[in-house]
């Protein structure tokens, strides 16, 4: 049971890649770190869940990055993606941060892999996630569990207080009560709106009701916009972010599975439900963490269908639907217009 009555060192608030590498960046300096994360532990890790890679800068081959990427040409990437409407000083610093961000992320546990063959350049810019998104933040939740960090899910950050200028206390949701967490230094790692169609709205009109949202619908932007609310500096430009055409209804492709990927979710649906029994060998054991954790996973996948193949050669087993009836359940249909004939 988590104390939440006493002072932490930090609190974080967000429970995606940024947060949870700041949480873990604390405890190892020895702050006592509590992370609130909005979303349920399911469904944890913000937009982090939906990533595969990180760009990186390097000035020579290293790990999975081929040649090199310098800050230059990093910087004018940037500049073509953002239209010029970039913050130069403070996107110079990330940039050159970058560098470390590869070998920080595999010293938590995070494997990578090199990229597929047909990538374009990526081999060269972007370091893959082994299993990708989701293995990723398992690595960095087991990392912070192991720190000491403690985690607070289903946990919303509704206000944030200041005291002489200093955050000092936030008032929470945590599972439907409410709750005030105070700390010496508060981090906001909670990400935008991109969830948030009224917010949406105000930029892009009727437009943003055809948005198709494919990312975390935990990202509503309250703790931004609070902070926003209270004076903070605002940077960068509301009405840019990442999208791709797509003509399909809001839902009905992701439904119907007609999306190819791994587990393309939108929100609480899912995305292509035939791959989660291959997607999810890479959530835990080797297939998160081993080197040859693609070999794995297919070898996995494979004795588990194995069952399923040979199942009317099994006696008993090949049995079960006869002697259930289940096959008249599922295509009652067909029964149902047979009765009607005779």
């Known amino acids: 049971m988590v104390d939440l009555t006493r002072v932490w060192d930090v609190m974080v608030v967000g429970g995606g890649n940024a947060a949870l590498c700041a949480a873990i960046t604390a405890r190892k300096a020895g702050a006592s770190v509590i992370v609130c994360e909005h979303a349920p532990k399911a469904m944890r890790g913000g937009n982090s869940r939906h990533t595969r890679t990180v760009r990186a800068l390097h000035a020579a081959p290293t790990g999975v990055l081929t040649e090199k990427y310098l800050e230059e040409e990093y910087w004018d990437d940037l500049l073509k993606v953002t239209g010029g409407r970039t913050d130069e000083a403070l996107a110079r610093m990330t940039i050159r941060a970058s560098e470390q961000a590869p070998k920080f992320l595999e010293s938590c546990g995070v494997v990578f892999q090199p990229s597929l063959s047909g990538t374009l350049s990526l081999s060269r810019t972007n370091a893959f996630f082994l299993g990708g998104g989701k293995a990723l933040l398992n690595a960095l939740y087991r990392t912070a569990e192991k720190l000491g960090v403690e985690l607070l899910y289903d946990t919303e950050v509704q206000h944030i207080a200041f005291d002489d200028g200093f955050a000092r206390e ?85 439904l119907a599975g007609g ?21 999810s060998w890479y959530q835990w054991g080797y297939g998160a963490t081993g080197a040859s954790g693609d070999l794995y996973v297919i070898i996995m996948t494979v004795l588990f269908a194995l069952p399923f193949i040979f199942l009317p050669w099994i006696p008993g087993l090949r ?24």
């Open 170 to 254: 936030a008032v929470v949701s945590h599972r439907g009560f409410p709750e005030r967490i105070r700390a010496k230094a508060v981090i906001a790692s909670s990400g935008g709106f991109q969830a948030n169609r009224a917010w949406l709205r105000e930029y892009w009109g009727d437009a943003a009701d055809r948005f198709q949202i494919r990312g975390t619908p935990y990202a509503q932007g309250r703790v931004l916009k609070d902070l926003l609310a209270q004076g903070a500096q605002a940077v960068g430009d509301p009405t840019q972010f990442h999208a791709v055409a797509n003509d399909a209804p809001r839902y009905a492709g992701y």
């Open 259 to 279: 999306t190819w990927g791994i587990m393309n979710e939108v929100g609480n649906w899912p995305g292509a439900w035939w791959l989660f029994p291959y997607t």
């Open 319 to 342: 049995d079960i639907p006869k002697a259930t009836r289940l096959y008249r359940v599922m295509w009652k249909p067909h029964y149902d217009e047979q009765r009607r004939n005779s």
